[in-house]
């Protein structure tokens, strides 16, 4: 057992001990009831007075002495014995004051332990037993009433020594178990008290903004780093309304994520907050939590690199544009100056007219694609059949390459497949889609065009038997300007790929090098409605 423990019990003993013999004893002194009839009168005085003189000595030693138990067990054993004398003093078996017997029992297994309740309740039946016994062969001067025969001296100690060590049992397995439970107690107060502060703790260390409201959204919880993100004190933020703090909550619910500005001091603060409700264990709400972070940096952060990526990408573009242009300005310029300076033979002059017109025709395109790309006009969505145009479109490209004869084009149309969708953008992709797979059957083969309706979603799939994509060029054939063609200019797919991406569809790639290419295109089918 602990000392403190110990210490207290035993301090609450002297206590009760004074007390009850001031009350019992002292009140029985005083009334002097019987007291004429007791054999040693002033020895009871003797006894009360010594009684008094060691609770003192008792307290001034409980302060000194280091071993506990056994100063516990003297005052337990000293107790028992005054008791004897008492019984002894006020008529033995006639005594009113067996039954305090009980109570040092009692008091031994509550201070100590079970063991001492029975030492004691031993002690008790040893000298009480030898009291009554001595009285009744007459070994002892106290008196007794004549009519008390040995079987009721006997019985006396059997009734008295039974209840010992029943009070002992008793109260030795109550006071073990109130220990237990006390012990028990005091561990989870404690854990309790750990985790609340635990708990505390982290809420006031966490990075993040954290606040909690009741139901009304009137601020309970605030954390440090809600005093410095929103630089606004922790007492002046409690008790005031949620949206006093971030103004852009109207009222305060539910909100996954919510981004919004306060104003403050040093500028104003990009917020980024989430809040959900805060219920207790029957899962009754009590009022809301939110957490918050200031973005303001990263934000700054954001634009900027989205800034050097757009003036990267801007100078790559020029530069690409730059050398496309170059390359037929060269040959234009040096037919033109062969021309001007006069020394080509007359049958050659019309062929270098030729190249010059072609390189012009060539730079037109080059430019004419570009602004196509580059100047995006808005789409019109209207209801179309798709199988129509992609005929229409088939048909067109049938004609300008008239002269590849050995390539076949394959039709597997869905039919009547309706759609929404700009119709001549549309054409625009399709077109260029057949273009690269015939551009890549020079020698041959055939292309397949298929329509598919998935769910929502139609499907447009050409494919084709030319030449494929090398595996190196994959990742680069939707960027524009880049082709593998001495005449291309590389604006086909990247033009695809804006306009698909504008109806909110995909486009992808697939590729066996020499032997095909798969390009698949997925929309909505109705996209304008949902625009
Ligand atoms: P261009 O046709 O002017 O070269 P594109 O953007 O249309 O530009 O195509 C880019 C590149 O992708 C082509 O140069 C070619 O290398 C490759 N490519 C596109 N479609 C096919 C295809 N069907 N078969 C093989 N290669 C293709
Ligand atoms: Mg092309």
């Known amino acids: 057992m602990i000392d403190t423990v110990l210490i207290k019990k035993l301090k609450a003993l002297t206590s009760i001990r004074v007390i009850f013999i001031s009350l019992l004893l002292g009140s029985f002194f005083l009334l002097q009831v019987r007291y004429s009839n007791f054999p040693h009168p002033r020895a009871i005085s003797n006894l009360i007075v010594a009684l008094y003189v060691l609770t003192i000595i008792y307290s001034v ?22 008791t004897n004398i008492l019984i002894y003093l006020t008529g033995g078996i006639e005594s009113w004051f067996s039954f305090i017997m009980l109570l040092t029992v009692m008091s031994a297994s509550t201070v100590l332990n079970k063991r001492a309740g029975y030492i004691i309740a031993t002690f008790n039946s040893i000298l009480y037993g030898a009291i009554i016994d001595l ?47 006390t012990e028990v107690l005091e561990q989870t107060d404690s854990d309790l008290k750990e985790l609340t502060l635990f708990s505390e703790e982290l809420i006031e260390n966490i990075p993040s903004g954290i606040f909690t409201t009741d139901t009304d959204g009137y601020i309970l919880v605030f954390n440090k780093a809600a005093e410095d993100i929103t630089d606004i004190e922790r007492k002046i933020a409690q008790g005031k309304k949620i949206d006093t703090v971030f103004p852009f909550i109207e009222h305060i619910t539910d909100i996954e994520r919510a981004e919004g500005v306060i ?32 973005l303001t940096q990263f934000k700054k952060m954001e634009a900027e690199i989205k800034n050097k990526e757009k003036l990267a990408a801007i100078g790559e573009l020029s530069a690409s544009i730059a050398h496309e242009i ?30 010059a017109l072609k390189e012009m025709e060539r730079l037109n395109k080059i430019i004419t694609d570009f602004l196509t790309y580059s100047r995006p006009t808005a789409a019109e969505f209207t209801m179309f059949d798709l199988d129509l145009l992609l005929d229409d479109t088939l048909e067109l490209l049938k004609n300008t390459t008239a002269q590849r004869e050995n390539i076949s084009i394959r039709k597997d149309f869905y039919g009547n497949l309706k759609v929404t969708a700009d119709p001549q953008k549309l054409q625009q992709v399709f077109w260029n889609l057949g273009m690269n797979a015939i551009e890549a059957m020079s020698s041959g083969g055939e292309l397949k065009v ?28 939707f960027y524009p300007f880049f082709t593998t063609k001495i005449e291309g200019t590389g604006l086909g797919l990247a033009l695809a790929y804006k306009i698909i991406e504008e109806h909110k569809g995909k486009i992808s790639v697939i590729s066996k090098q020499g032997e095909s290419t798969t390009v698949k295109v997925l929309i909505p089918q109705d996209n304008g409605k949902s625009k």
């Open 450 to 477: 298929s329509t598919r309706r998935e769910n929502n979603f139609i499907e447009v799939v050409f494919q084709d038997t030319g030449v494929g994509i090398a595996k190196e060029d994959m990742g680069k054939i």
């Open 135 to 181: 009285q009744y062969y007459k070994l002892l001067p106290v008196e007794f009433d004549t009519t008390l025969i040995e079987r009721d001296f006997l019985y006396n100690i059997f009734v008295h020594i039974s209840a010992f060590y029943l009070v002992a049992f008793l109260s030795g397995y109550l006071s073990s178990r109130l220990e237990k439970t």
């Open 326 to 355: 170059r390359n037929p300005l060269a040959s234009l310029k040096g037919s033109v100056e062969m021309l001007l300076e006069n020394r080509v033979a007359e049958e050659y002059k019309e062929k270098l007219m030729e190249i």
């Open 263 to 294: 104003r403050h001091n040093k500028g104003d603060r990009i917020i980024s907050l989430s809040i959900s409700s805060l219920k207790d264990i029957r899962g009754e709400r009590i009022g809301f939590i939110g957490i918050f972070q200031d």
């Open 61 to 82: 030693l409980l302060n000194r002495i280091k071993i506990y138990v056994i100063f516990a067990y003297i005052q337990l054993f000293v107790d028992a014995l005054a």
